[in-house]
C-alpha cells in the first residue's frame, strides 16, 4: 500500500513509521514537504492536503502525535460516542503506562499514562478511542460531574451499549465514589454549618 493509499484511510495522516513500513525513506517526507505534496503537523506526522478535512482530523491527528500506541480517552471519548453533555477543552488521550514525553506536549492534548486491556478499545470512524465501558469509568475514577456520569450510564443503558454486568460495576463504582468536594488553595472547603 502506499502512502497516500494510507493516508485516505486515516483522515489523511501518515507517519514516519508508516513511510518506513512502506519501504519508503521517512527522509521521502521531508523532500515531499518541501515541494508541497504534505504538511509537516507534528514530529514524524504529515498529512496529505489532497484529502478533504473533515471534524474528525484532530483526534487522529491527537492519536498519532505522541508516535507510540494511542487511543482517545476521558471527556474525549464520552462525548464523541455520543454519551452525556461533556464539552472537553482538551484532547484526551490515554497512552501506555512507560511512555515517557520527550517534547513538549500541545496545549490542547491531557496525556493519561494506563495499560489498556484490547478489549477496551476500539474505533471510532477509524479513529482509535476507548469503549463506552472504559470512558465511563475513566469519567468515575477522573471525578467528572457526577450529573455527568448519570447521564452518560443512562444514555449507554438506553442505547444498549453495556453489558448488565458493566452496568451493575458502574451503577456500583458511582455509589461508591465520593462526591467532589469544594476545594480552595487546595484544600477541601467546609460545609456551611446551618
Not at 521531508?30 to 515541494?35: G, K, Q, T, V
Not at 482530523?57 to 453533555?85: F, I, K, N
Not at 464539552?87 to 491531557?110: G, K, L
Not at 462526591?179 to 487546595?186: A, I, L, V, W
Given at each position: 500500500?502506499?502512502?497516500?493509499?494510507?493516508?485516505t484511510g486515516?483522515?489523511?495522516?501518515?507517519?514516519?513509521?508508516?513511510?518506513?513500513?512502506a519501504?519508503?525513506?521517512?527522509?521521502q517526507?521531508?523532500?515531499?514537504?518541501?515541494?508541497?505534496?504534505?504538511?509537516h503537523?507534528?514530529?514524524?506526522?504529515?498529512?496529505?492536503?489532497?484529502?478533504?478535512?473533515?471534524?474528525?482530523?484532530?483526534?487522529?491527528?491527537?492519536v498519532?502525535?505522541?508516535?507510540?500506541?494511542?487511543?482517545?480517552?476521558?471527556?474525549?471519548?464520552?462525548?464523541?460516542?455520543?454519551?452525556?453533555?461533556?464539552?472537553?477543552?482538551?484532547?484526551h488521550?490515554?497512552?501506555?503506562a512507560?511512555?515517557?514525553?520527550?517534547r513538549?506536549?500541545?496545549?490542547?492534548?491531557?496525556l493519561?499514562?494506563?495499560?489498556?486491556d484490547?478489549?477496551?478499545v476500539?474505533?471510532?470512524?477509524?479513529?482509535?478511542i476507548?469503549?463506552?465501558?472504559?470512558a465511563?469509568?475513566?469519567?468515575?475514577?477522573?471525578?467528572?460531574?457526577?450529573?455527568?456520569?448519570?447521564?452518560?450510564?443512562?444514555?449507554?443503558?438506553r442505547?444498549?451499549?453495556?453489558?448488565?454486568?458493566?452496568?451493575?460495576?458502574?451503577?456500583?463504582?458511582?455509589?461508591?465514589?465520593?462526591?467532589?468536594?469544594?476545594?480552595?488553595?487546595?484544600?477541601?472547603?467546609?460545609?456551611?454549618?446551618?
Amino acid at each position: 500500500m502506499g502512502l497516500l493509499e494510507e493516508a485516505t484511510g486515516r483522515y489523511g495522516y501518515v507517519t514516519a513509521d508508516d513511510a518506513r513500513a512502506a519501504g519508503v525513506d521517512p527522509a521521502q517526507l521531508r523532500i515531499m514537504n518541501h515541494r508541497g505534496l504534505v504538511e509537516h503537523v507534528a514530529r514524524g506526522v504529515y498529512r496529505f492536503p489532497i484529502v478533504p478535512t473533515t471534524a474528525l482530523d484532530q483526534y487522529m491527528e491527537a492519536v498519532l502525535w505522541p508516535r507510540t500506541t494511542a487511543v482517545l480517552s476521558h471527556d474525549t471519548a464520552l462525548d464523541l460516542h455520543g454519551l452525556c453533555d461533556v464539552n472537553p477543552a482538551d484532547i484526551h488521550i490515554t497512552v501506555p503506562a512507560d511512555y515517557r514525553v520527550r517534547r513538549d506536549v500541545p496545549r490542547m492534548y491531557q496525556l493519561h499514562r494506563r495499560d489498556l486491556d484490547p478489549a477496551d478499545v476500539t474505533l471510532h470512524e477509524g479513529i482509535p478511542i476507548v469503549t463506552v465501558y472504559r470512558a465511563i469509568r475513566d469519567g468515575i475514577e477522573a471525578k467528572l460531574g457526577g450529573h455527568l456520569i448519570d447521564q452518560a450510564i443512562d444514555t449507554a443503558r438506553r442505547r444498549g451499549l453495556l453489558a448488565p454486568e458493566q452496568l451493575n460495576a458502574l451503577t456500583h463504582q458511582r455509589r461508591v465514589r465520593p462526591e467532589r468536594q469544594p476545594r480552595r488553595n487546595g484544600r477541601p472547603v467546609a460545609a456551611a454549618q446551618g
